[in-house]
């Protein structure tokens, strides 16, 4: 089976929520790490109004990341190299733009 390198959460619920609903992106987040699977979370501080489990799945040791250089963080947090910006991008490289602080 194949897993992949890393897990990036933009936005997460509480792993249980008041009415006992449980989180899916919590889930994942949770069963990554068991699997020593990376998470990196964007942080909660690039909200106006911040998810509720992003500072929570932080505390589980989850890697906080920034809207900023967030893309970047994840590549050093996987010790890759960076991608050359000559090279064209394979399928298998996903290039995501992350929002600016509002």
Known sequence: MLYSD?????????EVDSQGRMSGTFDAA???IA????V???SPQCFAQ????????????????SSENGIQQILLG????SI??????SK???????LPLA
């Not at 890393?6 to 509480?14: F, K, N, P, Y």
């Not at 699997?35 to 990376?38: Q, Y």
């Not at 050359?84 to 991008?89: H, I, V, Y």
């Open 78 to 81: 996987l010790k890759r190299e």
């Open 35 to 38: 699997m020593n699977i990376p």
């Open 6 to 14: 890393a897990l990036v959460v933009i936005a997460s619920g509480q």
């Open 50 to 65: 911040p998810p509720a489990g992003n500072s929570d799945l932080i505390q589980l040791g989850c890697h906080e990341i």
């Open 92 to 98: 298998d490289v996903v290039q995501l733009e992350l």
């Open 84 to 89: 050359n910006k000559d090279k064209q991008l």
């Open 40 to 42: 990196f979370v964007l």
């Open 30 to 32: 949770k069963s990554a």
